[in-house]
Nanobody, 119 residues
C-alpha cells in the first residue's frame, strides 16, 4: 500500500514563506511525475506545480517566480518552497504522484495540508 503524507502547512503573514514536504512510502518501484495541487474554499482544485522524474518543472502562472518545486528521489520526497506568499495562496495543498508498484502505475493523493496567508 502506497501513502503520500504532506507536512509543513500553517499560518503565515503575507510576504512570508513556507516549505511543504510530501513523503511517499510503501512498495514503490518508481515515481514518475510529482505534483502539488491546491483547493481554496468554494473553488476547484488547481494544479500548482509539477516535477517530472528527470527534473523538468512546470508552474501555474499565478505562482511563477514565487514557488519552487523540487524532489529528492532517494527519499521519495517532493517539496514546495513558497515565497512572497499572498492571501490568495490560502488553500489546502495536496501532493499527487504517479507511482509504479510492481508493473502498475497508479495516481495517488495525499490528505492535504492547510496553508493560510493573512493580510
Amino acid at each position: 500500500q502506497v501513502q503520500l503524507v504532506e507536512s509543513g502547512g500553517g499560518l503565515v503573514q503575507a510576504g512570508g514563506s513556507l516549505r511543504l514536504s510530501c513523503v511517499a512510502s510503501g512498495s514503490i518501484f518508481k515515481i514518475n511525475a510529482m505534483n502539488w495541487y491546491r483547493q481554496a474554499p468554494g473553488k476547484q482544485r488547481e494544479l500548482v506545480a509539477t516535477i517530472f522524474s528527470g527534473g523538468t518543472t512546470t508552474y501555474a502562472d499565478s505562482v511563477k517566480g514565487r514557488f519552487t518545486i523540487s524532489r529528492d528521489n532517494a527519499k521519495n520526497t517532493v517539496y514546495l518552497q513558497m515565497n512572497s506568499l499572498k492571501p490568495e495562496d490560502t488553500a489546502v495543498y495536496y501532493c499527487n504522484a504517479d507511482i509504479v508498484t510492481s508493473s502498475v502505475s497508479t495516481n495517488y493523493w495525499g490528505q492535504g495540508t492547510q496553508v493560510t496567508v493573512s493580510s
